[in-house]
């Protein structure tokens, strides 16, 4: 069974940086796309960076700048590295991966870490 487990989380004054990780444990060869969620109280869980397998990544808006995303495809790892942290970076981080199969059976596999806390006080 595939497992993804973040850690890096924690407590940042307004200005400061932090760097979350999340890596893989189970039998997976690779997977297809990688991506870091946050989701606030009384927010929707949104995207904020995501990886594919080549190494294209995407942003949103509100982290264009700041924040870095990188994978390592041979260790099944993703980090985030965030700088320049805002209080309203402060959010509950979910790790996603992805995993297609091809062939006669194709098959999307989702997977979600069980999320890690980042607090950013002003």
């Known amino acids: 069974q595939v497992r993804l487990v973040e850690s890096g989380g924690g407590l940042v004054q307004a200005g400061g940086s932090l760097s979350l990780s999340c890596a893989a444990s189970?039998?997976?060869?690779?997977?297809?796309?990688m991506k870091w969620f946050r989701q606030s109280p009384g927010k929707q869980r949104e995207l904020v960076a995501g990886?594919?397998?080549?190494?294209?990544?995407n942003y949103a808006d509100s982290v264009k700048g700041r924040f870095a995303i990188s994978r390592d495809n041979a260790k099944n790892t993703v980090t985030l590295q965030m700088n320049s942290l805002k209080p309203e970076d402060t959010a509950v981080y979910y790790c996603?991966?992805?995993?297609?199969?091809?062939?006669?059976?194709?098959?999307?596999?989702?997977?979600w870490g069980q999320g890690t806390q980042v607090t950013v006080s002003s």
């Open positions: 189970g039998s997976v060869s690779m997977f297809n796309d």
């Open positions: 996603y991966a992805d995993l297609v199969v091809v062939g006669p059976n194709p098959a999307l596999y989702k997977y």
């Open positions: 990886i594919t397998i080549r190494g294209a990544t």
